[in-house]
């Protein structure tokens, strides 16, 4: 599975962003896409999952304020991010896995792509 994240970029304080993540190959053992992060000098963390049955999840920090989403038909995945804080810079990256959980472990990963809150 290969997965390619794009959408990341700079952005004000209380501003949005829309992270986009492509997945192409066999993705026949995939029942959950999600999205981490790493900010500068910090261990990666899990920020939102999303089960192939709708099911989401979510890291405390982001309720109420990012959304993620998944288009079945485009194998594409989305994270909305509403009124980002500047502790939400860091990489973002993809992942695609055959279970759910904001752990970081086993799976497919993406390259990452940065988000940069000022």
């Known amino acids: 599975v290969q997965l390619v994240e794009s959408g990341g970029g700079s952005v004000l304080a209380g501003g949005s962003v829309r992270l986009t993540c492509t997945a192409s190959?066999?993705?026949?053992?995939?029942?959950?896409m999600g999205w981490f992060r790493q900010g500068p000098g910090q261990q990666r963390e899990g920020v939102a999952n999303?089960?192939?049955?709708?099911?989401?999840y979510y890291v405390d920090s982001v309720k109420g304020r990012f959304t993620i989403s998944k288009d079945n038909a485009k194998n594409t995945l989305y994270l909305q991010m509403n009124s980002l804080k500047p502790e939400g810079t860091g990489m973002y990256y993809c992942?695609?896995?055959?279970?759910?959980?904001?752990?970081?472990?086993?799976?497919?990963w993406g390259q990452g792509t940065q988000v940069t809150v000022s």
């Open positions: 190959g066999n993705t026949y053992n995939i029942n959950c």
């Open positions: 992942t695609a896995r055959s279970w759910c959980g904001l752990l970081v472990g086993s799976g497919y």
């Open positions: 999303i089960h192939n049955d709708g099911r989401t």
